[in-house]
């Protein structure tokens, strides 16, 4: 018998009642949604579903027309982020990633990593930790990106995976408690993506992940929980098998391309 400790899951973000329109139309209805602490969600849907602007939502980029997000919901610190700004949503530990790499191109590696580092919301801790431990944390962080080998190479001049690792890496150095990233994988090869499927799967153990995605076998590689948005509703939750067999997702998501998503 299993003698594993079995808690309640503490939610880490609760979104509710939220509901977004741009010129008279509506791009989240009425939305409801949440993620528990340690959790690697992937929210799929077609084109004007709604994704990007959850995460807008989130971020406070965009401003709701009714409706809270709660972020640490059940702790002393909780936040409706819809009331806050950009520049404090991020403070509080919510990093997102766009599907741009935003990177100083012409920094090397590392130095892109130190900036990151130094405009981390914990500067203090981290300034200590540096002092004490040398570049430990930058050196873990490399190694975890794989870009060691090239800490001197010039940012602008890698690969496109690569710029997308290392600003995963940027990113992590900034310790945010809930991370959102909008297509990773967007113009990646099928080994590039299967990388990048490895590293947030390894940033998952010590983040909360969300992530938006399109390429359903990235999907299958790491999602634990799926939830599929239409029309600015959630259409159905559950792992990627539940969801691929899901008659309204099959109707409204994958469509004509099914079969090739079956796998």
Not at 124 to 129: E, G, V
Not at 147 to 162: D, F, R, T, V, Y
Request: charged share 25%; hydrophobic share 40%.
């Amino acid at each position: 018998m299993s003698t594993q400790n079995h808690h309640t899951p503490e939610k880490i973000l609760r979104v509710e009642d939220v509901t977004v329109s741009f010129d008279g139309f509506l791009v989240l209805k009425d939305l409801n949604f949440s993620i528990e602490r340690g959790e690697l969600r992937v929210v799929i849907g077609p084109n004007g579903a709604g994704k990007t602007t959850l995460l807008d939502v989130i971020t406070g980029k965009v401003r709701p027309a009714k409706g809270r997000a709660l972020f640490q919901p059940k702790s002393s610190s909780c936040q409706d982020v819809t009331k806050l700004t950009q520049e404090r949503i991020a403070l509080l530990g919510v990093g997102r990633k766009f599907q741009t790499p935003n990177i100083f191109k012409s920094q090397t590696v590392l130095d892109n990593l130190h900036l990151s580092a130094k405009a981390s919301r914990r500067v203090l801790p981290n300034l200590i930790r540096f002092s004490r431990n040398g570049s430990s944390r930058i050196d873990e962080v490399l190694e975890t990106i794989g870009l060691a080998p090239k800490a001197s190479n010039i940012a602008g001049l890698l690969a496109h995976g690569e710029k997308q690792w290392l600003e995963l890496g940027m990113v992590m150095l900034q310790d945010p408690e809930l991370l959102l990233i909008d297509e990773p994988v967007a113009g990646m090869t099928p080994r590039e993506s299967e990388k990048t499927g490895e590293l947030l799967m390894s940033m998952a153990k010590k983040h909360t992940l969300l992530v938006i995605e399109h390429d359903m076998t990235f999907v299958r590689q790491i999602a634990q929980t799926v939830t599929v948005l239409d029309e600015g509703q959630i259409l159905c939750e559950g792992t990627v098998d539940e969801v691929q067999r899901d008659p309204k997702v099959i109707q409204v998501y994958l469509g004509p391309d099914r079969e090739l998503l079956a796998t």
